[in-house]
């Protein structure tokens, strides 16, 4: 069974920041494809950062030139670096990532993260 777990998160004031981590274990051939999403009271869950394999990344426009997404193949775990936070980024962060268990298996399923709870204050 594969699991994702973040750490990080906290609450920090306005300008702060903070790395959140999402690490997968368990049965893993390859990760294609990690995310981060976020989710705030009374809001839809939105797609914040996603990242590829080779690297390539993509940030919601809201985030952009603030959050970095990295990961670290051999770990198996990926990094949102968040630079100048704002109390419009408070929400609770999940991790997901596209997995394929075997080298055998037909595709990949999509995992998440349990969340960790990003609070800026003003």
């Known amino acids: 069974q594969v699991q994702l777990v973040e750490s990080g998160g906290g609450l920090v004031q306005a300008g702060d920041s903070l790395r959140l981590s999402c690490a997968a274990s368990?049965?893993?051939?390859?990760?294609?494809?990690m995310a981060w999403y976020r989710q705030a009271p009374g809001k839809q869950r939105e797609l914040v950062a996603s990242?590829?394999?080779?690297?390539?990344?993509g940030y919601a426009d809201s985030v952009k030139g603030r959050f970095t997404f990295s990961r670290d193949n051999a770990k198996n775990t990926s990094y949102l670096q968040m630079n100048s936070l704002k109390p419009e980024d408070t929400a609770v962060y999940y991790c997901?990532?596209?997995?394929?268990?075997?080298?055998?298996?037909?595709?990949?399923?999509?995992?998440w993260g349990q969340g960790t709870q990003v609070t800026v204050s003003s």
């Open positions: 997901t990532a596209r997995i394929k268990t075997s080298v055998r298996a037909l595709s990949e399923s999509i995992y």
């Open positions: 368990g049965t893993i051939f390859s990760i294609n494809y």
């Open positions: 990242i590829s394999r080779d690297g390539s990344t």
